[in-house]
């Protein structure tokens, strides 16, 4: 089974690259373009996604409340990070840190798998 992905980006052109790229490598994509979309997904769906790959500014919501929201929703996700800053989860409650990681943006698609299998591992 596919692992599933969900792909939260308001910048569509990259939101539809990503989202292509990983599904020619066989991966279950949900892409969303707001924070509300995504944790409709997960609520509906709490253990579809092993990992979220989420921008922190989205046009709805601000991106540290959708990935508080995220990690308390569905236990089992991890969240990757996609920034153009860097980001630490030191402000995050301590079980869920393990469960967090980040990438710099921009970023080339080969490094988004590298870091999502790093945060599976």
């Given at each position: 089974?596919?692992q599933?992905?969900?792909?939260?980006?308001?910048?569509?052109?990259?939101?539809?690259?990503?989202?292509?790229?990983?599904?020619?490598?066989?991966?279950?994509?949900?892409?969303?373009?707001?924070g509300?979309?995504?944790?409709?997904?997960?609520?509906?769906?709490?253990?579809?996604?092993?990992?979220?790959?989420?921008?922190?500014?989205?046009?709805?919501?601000?991106?540290?409340?959708?990935?508080?929201?995220?990690?308390e929703?569905?236990?089992?996700?991890?969240?990757?990070?996609?920034?153009?800053?860097?980001?630490?989860?030191?402000?995050?409650?301590?079980?869920?840190?393990?469960?967090?990681?980040?990438?710099?943006?921009?970023?080339?698609?080969?490094?988004?798998?590298?870091?999502?299998?790093t945060?599976?591992?």
């Amino acid at each position: 089974m596919p692992q599933s992905i969900l792909l939260v980006d308001d910048e569509r052109p990259l939101l539809a690259l990503l989202a292509t790229f990983l599904q020619r490598r066989g991966y279950d994509v949900a892409p969303c373009d707001t924070g509300q979309a995504a944790l409709d997904l997960c609520r509906e769906n709490p253990g579809r996604f092993q990992i979220a790959v989420l921008d922190l500014k989205l046009p709805d919501l601000p991106g540290d409340e959708v990935l508080i929201r995220l990690l308390e929703t569905s236990p089992s996700i991890r969240v990757l990070i996609s920034s153009g800053s860097a980001w630490t989860s030191d402000h995050l409650p301590p079980e869920f840190r393990p469960r967090t990681a980040s990438i710099l943006k921009p970023f080339m698609p080969k490094s988004l798998i590298d870091a999502m299998d790093t945060l599976l591992a």
